[in-house]
């Protein structure tokens, strides 16, 4: 049976984890308005445009397209799983990691979704 974390928990961990805090204990950055600026860890560059907006706990380069919240960074920028990058953010904030729920309606879309692969 597939479990994953409940979605309460998730939400709580990604309002705790500041994107910005976050990113800035992997990279420098500079705020400039509302955002915060800085160098793409994910290709090379010269000129900043990897973007980070405080205000809605997200990431954005304008040059490689990579984007996504406080957990997808970490998944890419250390390499680890979904469930890898939960547990690392999870012991920085010290939150207690909860049980998983069995999800019978999930588990049928993992089945499907490994089908087709």
């Not at 509302?34 to 290709?43: A, S, T, V």
């Not at 957990?71 to 250390?78: A, N, S």
């Not at 979904?82 to 879309?109: C, G, T, W």
Request: charged share 25%; hydrophobic share 35%.
């Amino acid at each position: 049976m597939a479990s994953r974390f409940p979605a309460a928990w998730l939400d709580e961990l990604r309002s705790r984890a500041d994107i910005v805090q976050v990113i800035q204990s992997y990279m420098p950055l500079k705020k400039n308005g509302h955002r915060y600026w800085g160098l793409c860890p994910f290709h090379g560059e010269k000129t900043a445009s990897f973007s980070v907006d405080s205000e809605k706990q997200l990431y954005y380069c304008f040059g490689c397209k990579a984007s996504g919240s406080v957990i997808t960074f970490v998944m890419d920028y250390e390499r680890l799983s979904f469930q890898e990058a939960v547990k690392l953010l999870a012991d920085r904030q010290h939150m207690p990691l909860p049980q998983m729920e069995n999800d019978p309606e999930y588990q049928q879309k993992r089945e499907h979704r490994n089908r087709l692969l």
